[in-house]
Nanobody, 128 residues
Framework: QVQVVESGGGLVQAGGSLRLSCTAS????????MGWFRQAPGKEREGVSC????????YVSDSVKGRFTISRDNAEGTLYLQMNSLKPEDTAMYYC?????????????????????WGKGTLVTVSS
C-alpha cells in the first residue's frame, strides 16, 4: 500500500527556517509529481509548492515565493521543502502529496487536478 510520510515540522520563531521532508513508499517515486500543501485552522487548503517527476518544473505560490524552495532527490526517494524567513502566517499543517502525471505543476498545485496520495501532515508553528 502507498504510504506518504512527512517529517520536519516544529516550532520556530518568525524569521527562522525549517526543512520539511517527505517520503512515499509503495510507489515508484520518480513516476510521481509531488507537492506540498498547507491548511491553517479555519482556512482552505492551499497549494504551497509542487514539482514534476523529474524536478525540472516547479510551481511556487505567491505567498511563499522567494522564501520557500521545493526540491526532490529521486535517488533517495525524498521530497523537501526548505522554508526560510518564516512568518506567523505560515503556521499550518503541511501535507505532502503525490500524483501520477506529467502535466504542469500549476495544475495540481492549484487544485485543478487532484493528487492521488496524501500524507497525514506535519505541523509547522511560527511564533511572533
Amino acid at each position: 500500500q502507498v504510504q506518504v510520510v512527512e517529517s520536519g515540522g516544529g516550532l520556530v520563531q518568525a524569521g527562522g527556517s525549517l526543512r520539511l521532508s517527505c517520503t512515499a513508499s509503495g510507489l515508484t517515486f520518480d513516476d510521481y509529481a509531488m507537492g506540498w500543501f498547507r491548511q491553517a485552522p479555519g482556512k482552505e487548503r492551499e497549494g504551497v509548492s509542487c514539482i514534476s517527476w523529474s524536478g525540472r518544473e516547479t510551481y511556487v505560490s505567491d505567498s511563499v515565493k522567494g522564501r520557500f524552495t521545493i526540491s526532490r532527490d529521486n535517488a533517495e526517494g525524498t521530497l523537501y521543502l526548505q522554508m526560510n524567513s518564516l512568518k506567523p502566517e505560515d503556521t499550518a499543517m503541511y501535507y505532502c502529496a503525490a500524483v501520477y502525471t506529467t502535466i504542469q505543476p500549476i495544475a495540481y498545485c492549484t487544485g485543478e487536478y487532484a493528487m492521488d496520495y496524501w500524507g497525514k501532515g506535519t505541523l509547522v508553528t511560527v511564533s511572533s
